[in-house]
């Protein structure tokens, strides 16, 4: 075998092995490298090279543009030598199919099979080559990078909170994950986005008790109510002082207390603002080792209350504690396609329903809120909102707020 022949070969190995890191390393997620780092020294090497993509990419693709020009230029030498100048089409027709099966094509689709495996094995020889190439690196990336100032800013992709759940919706479509566990997961990652207005009970369906109460009264109110900590008010019924177990006011009645005032029996508040998002308040009921907050207004007065069990149903959904407790979803797709939705519905479950985005609107983080927005009125049963996330019928007003509509999740612009 000649020496231009088997140069031939070497220059067609290096080719199919530029081709597959290439491939290989573009191929990896975020989640691969971290797995491969964990691993060892190898996985070490991918995550250094695969936090520099400009100079990986460019390292590789001088190597392989230099071993295809050289396997070229080989293979031709070897042809005229043997057949003349008549054979230099014929050459650089087989070459081109050559390295295009064995230089690209090939290698390429095992990287894309195994390649975390592929990465692993050509990461030492693609760490080389950023050493022994770095000086046309440096130049080719200077120029590639004034040219691409002229088509405007470089922007990068990143691992962002809508990515995520953009995620798990396919990894459900795909049949991945089941629909309760991707539902379940992508409220986690909207416990970030979404605020304590979304989830409170508003201060009109607020049950609360005077400070004045007896702790035999309380008790035998929050037993028609079914609560178990209560708000207490002084004066007025937006001015909240204290919190009471009922509990705390059963054990006063059980040792013959029982006309003694919640004002003595009641405790401090934990009291929080309605843009606090749901996820620092889940931590901060951890923290303090608290299961209920007081939601209060710009001015000081009540707007609501929020407990760990309205943070625990925006991720698994409604919890139901007796057989007697009224069904009720917040959101109901029907048959033909449509929704029935709660007024209090989070917008940002509507939003990803319609595959569009959540208005930036702060004191609007629910339906009724969206739908009275939308009118620019107090909404009644039959208006219906055309908004960009789609069309809301409203089916059922109570108190001048909207708590149900029927919504089709049709886009309009």
Same mark, same amino acid.
């Given at each position: 075998m000649s020496a231009s022949l088997l140069g031939v070969i070497i220059c067609l190995v290096f080719s199919a092995l530029f081709s597959a890191g290439e491939t290989a390393f573009t191929s990896l997620t975020v989640f691969q490298i971290e797995s491969l780092k964990r691993r060892g020294a190898g996985g070490t090497i991918v995550e250094r090279l695969a936090r520099k993509p400009d100079e990986l990419l460019a390292t590789i693709l001088i190597g392989n543009n230099i071993v295809n020009i050289t396997a070229s230029v080989l293979a031709t030498e070897w042809a005229m030598e043997r057949w003349g100048d008549w054979s230099l089409g014929a050459v650089t027709g087989v070459m081109t199919l050559v390295i295009l099966i064995f230089?690209?094509?090939? /290698?390429?689709?095992?990287?894309?099979a195994h390649n975390e495996a592929v990465a692993s094995a050509l990461a030492p020889l693609l760490l080389f080559c950023t050493w022994l190439f770095k000086p046309l690196v440096v130049a080719v990336n200077t120029l590639s990078s004034l040219i691409t100032r002229l088509f405007g800013k470089r922007s990068r992709d990143s691992l962002s909170m809508e990515t995520m759940v953009q995620m798990m919706s396919i990894a459900e479509h795909m049949g991945i994950i089941d629909y309760a566990k991707s539902s379940?997961? %992508?409220?986690?990652?909207?416990?970030?986005?979404?605020?304590?207005?979304?989830?409170?009970?508003?201060?009109?369906?607020?049950?609360?008790?005077?400070?004045?109460?007896?702790?035999?009264?309380?008790?035998?109110?929050a037993s028609e109510a079914s609560f178990s900590r209560i708000p207490v008010y002084e004066g007025d019924s937006e001015n909240i002082v204290g919190i009471v177990s009922i509990r705390d006011a059963v054990?006063? *009645?059980?040792?013959?207390?029982?006309? %003694?005032?919640? &004002?003595?029996?009641? *405790?401090?508040?934990?009291?929080?603002?309605p843009n606090k998002p749901i996820g620092d308040l889940f931590t901060l009921f951890k923290k303090r080792k608290e299961t209920?907050?007081? #939601?209060?207004?710009?001015?000081?007065?009540?707007?609501?209350?929020?407990?760990?069990?309205?943070?625990? +149903?925006? $991720? #698994?959904?409604?919890?139901?504690?007796?057989? +007697?407790?009224?069904?009720?979803?917040?959101?109901? %797709?029907?048959?033909?396609?449509?929704?029935? #939705?709660?007024?209090?519905? /989070?917008?940002? #479950? $509507? &939003?990803? $329903?319609?595959?569009?985005?959540?208005?930036?609107? /702060?004191?609007?983080?629910?339906?009724?809120?969206?739908?009275?927005?939308?009118?620019?009125? $107090?909404?009644?049963?039959?208006? *219906?909102? +055309?908004?960009?996330?789609?069309?809301?019928?409203?089916?059922?007003?109570? &108190?001048?707020?909207?708590e149900t509509a029927a919504y089709r999740p049709e886009r309009v612009e």
């Open positions: 230089g690209e094509v090939t /290698p390429k689709r095992i990287a894309i379940m997961v %992508k409220n986690v990652l909207r416990l970030g986005s979404t605020t304590v207005q979304a989830v409170m009970t508003h201060r009109i369906d607020v049950f609360s008790l005077a400070a004045s109460t007896s702790a035999d009264a309380a008790c035998r109110l054990v006063e *009645v059980l040792n013959g207390r029982g006309d %003694k005032r919640l &004002a003595g029996i009641m *405790v401090e508040p934990l009291f929080i603002l209920f907050s007081v #939601v209060i207004d710009e001015y000081g007065g009540l707007a609501g209350i929020v407990t760990v069990r309205d943070i625990v +149903e925006e $991720i #698994v959904g409604e919890i139901y504690e007796g057989s +007697e407790e009224e069904s009720r979803e917040r959101i109901e %797709k029907r048959v033909d396609g449509s929704y029935i #939705v709660s007024g209090d519905a /989070p917008l940002a #479950v $509507i &939003a990803e $329903i319609s595959g569009g985005e959540a208005p930036n609107l /702060p004191y609007v983080q629910t339906v009724a809120g969206y739908i009275a927005w939308s009118l620019d009125r $107090i909404p009644v049963p039959g208006d *219906v909102a +055309e908004t960009p996330l789609g069309r809301f019928t409203v089916t059922l007003v109570e &108190a001048n707020r909207v």
